[in-house]
């Protein structure tokens, strides 16, 4: 059974700085691209970043030169550093990989459960 198990949300206040880990376990064959999305209240699901097996990143427009993404193969694990927090990242933010798991043979997409990230003024 593979899973995406995240950590490191909390309360922080604006201007500060919280480091998202996801650790991907299991049966896994290789990784493809990872991930970090977020939902706030009332809004949809959107992109904050991405990273590619080759480590090629891509950033939403509103969290960049602020968030950084990064990951370690070797630990099937994709992090996620956000500093200068604001109130509107207030969001529970969810991890994603897209990976190949033995049992199952082909890509597919899999998802943390979420955690939650509040950001006071």
């Known amino acids: 059974q593979v899973q995406l198990v995240e950590s490191g949300g909390g309360l922080v206040q604006a201007g500060g700085s919280l480091r998202l880990t996801c650790a991907a376990s299991?049966?896994?064959?290789?990784?493809?691209?990872m991930g970090w999305y977020r939902q706030a209240p009332g809004k949809q699901r959107e992109l904050c970043a991405a990273i590619s097996s080759g480590c090629s990143t891509n950033y939403a427009d509103s969290v960049k030169g602020r968030f950084t993404i990064s990951r370690d193969n070797a630990k099937n694990t994709v992090y996620l550093q956000m500093n200068s927090l604001k109130p509107e990242d207030t969001a529970v933010y969810y991890c994603?990989?897209?990976?190949?798991?033995?049992?199952?043979?082909?890509?597919?997409?899999?998802w943390g459960q979420g955690t939650q990230v509040t950001v006071s003024s």
């Open positions: 994603n990989a897209e990976l190949v798991a033995r049992r199952l043979g082909v890509p597919r997409d899999y």
């Open positions: 299991g049966s896994i064959f290789s990784i493809n691209d």
